[in-house]
């Protein structure tokens, strides 16, 4: 029977992950935040896993939840394998050696890729792995004191909202040059944030990946180029389809996505095609373009629209599209657009429907929504849109 990891407190967490990791148990990483429905639907493909196993013994994969399409959850299994290629591909890339020691500071949710990659680089690595419960970073209390040595080497995983509180403070940038490297990834990054970043003088770089991959495949590295555009990961090769521009991925990290019927999907010739655009430098590097679908990534978590549409027609709405809009602290934030009528009491309606963090921030009242002749999203009526005032 696969064993189900869903605990709220966050060290308590990584040390159910460390008591089954390298067994033949297979594990789920479930977010104790879900609703009641997404814990139902997680459960309802479990089952189906499990009797496409045929009750076998386990295969020791570590499975981890990942937006998918059309509003449905989605599970990517990976192996100890590759989970800890993708950690020593990183360790070779920042140059402290195979066999060099690398603790991590973990405030990041072990239950998202981002965060159980602390452990696993720790693990890899042999050393400390510090878990930090108050990752919130509202005031000074939450800059613990971890280091107790001078020679040791320490990253910290932190996705831009994490980084901009923590400059923020009194302290913060005393408290973040005590790690050797900072790496931010799970969100855009704004060009504020990063100038903030090089004048304090911090080693931080900013890292391209997924759930799929095991975190990181490409890194750009303050000093590298003006334009945020990384270099591959020893143990990745990136290519572009030649239709669409979309970023292709083959590594020694890709996982299997675990499909509605329970069985596991290998990547098509050992390449997994991510939904996002791209282009290369005249140096090699790559450049990601954006979305080649309509996800929203606010503060590290990706969000279906299609998810939070079914939503607000389960709550009252008729005509509704939902798209992302530029946010300062959170990188986006959920807008929904919606076509009259519809009850005032809409928002309030879809609480316990869906966590918090996938609530539309603003509603705003449409004619039509902005759709071409063809159907498609029209980008131009689309900004006419978010430039009008909530209801």
């Known amino acids: 029977m696969a064993v189900r990891i869903c605990v709220a407190e966050t060290g308590n967490y990584f040390r159910e992950i460390a008591a089954h990791y390298g067994h033949d148990a297979d594990v789920f990483l479930l977010n104790p935040t879900w609703t009641a429905v997404q814990r139902a639907d997680a459960e309802r493909l479990i089952d189906r896993f499990e009797k496409a196993s045929k009750g076998c013994s386990g295969s020791g994969k570590i499975f981890i939840a990942s937006g998918g399409s059309g509003g449905k959850l989605r599970f ?33 949710p072990p239950w998202h890729i981002s965060g159980l990659m602390t452990f696993v680089r720790s693990r890899v690595s042999g050393r400390c ?11 000074t209390s939450a800059l613990e004191n971890f280091r107790k040595t001078a020679d040791a080497y320490w990253t910290i995983s932190l996705v831009p909202t994490q980084l901009k509180r923590i400059l923020d403070l009194d302290d913060g940038v005393k408290w973040l040059k005590n790690f050797n490297f900072i790496l931010l990834g799970g969100a855009a990054v704004s060009a504020d944030l990063i100038c903030r970043a090089q004048a304090a003088e911090l080693n931080f770089g900013v890292g391209y990946g997924m759930t799929e991959t095991a ?20 143990h990745a090769q990136i290519s572009l389809t030649e239709a669409d521009s979309r970023i292709c991925i083959a590594a020694t990290s890709l996982g299997e996505t675990l499909a509605e019927d329970g069985t596991l999907i290998p990547n098509p010739n050992g390449v997994f095609e991510t939904n996002d655009e791209g282009r290369f ?23 279906d629209p299609k998810l939070v549409e079914s939503a607000l027609r389960e ?51 449409a004619q039509a929504l902005p759709l071409d002749a063809k159907g498609k999203l029209d980008r131009v009526a689309l900004e006419k849109l978010k430039s009008l005032g909530e209801i």
Not at 92 to 104: A, M
Not at 285 to 303: C, T
Not at 316 to 332: C, F, L, Q, R
């Open 129 to 139: 792995l510090h878990v930090a419960e108050n990752a919130g970073f509202h005031d």
């Open 281 to 303: 430098d005249a140096a090699g590097r790559l450049q990601v373009l954006g979305r080649a679908d309509r996800y929203i990534n606010s503060g590290g978590e990706k969000i």
């Open 215 to 234: 975190s990181l495949v490409s890194l750009w590295r303050s000093g590298d180029c003006d334009t945020i555009a990384g270099t591959s990961l020893p």
């Open 76 to 108: 990517v299994a990976h192996t100890r394998e590759s989970l800890e290629n993708s950690a020593r591909a990183l360790i070779r890339h920042l140059g402290i050696g195979e066999n060099s020691v690398l603790n991590c500071y973990a405030c990041l």
């Open 315 to 365: 709550a009252g709405a008729g005509e509704v599209m939902v798209v992302g809009e530029a946010d300062a602290e959170w990188g986006e934030r959920v807008l929904a657009l919606i076509v009259p009528p519809f009850p005032p009491d809409i928002l309030q309606r879809l609480r316990g429907r869906l966590p918090a963090w996938m609530l539309p921030k603003r509603i705003v009242a």
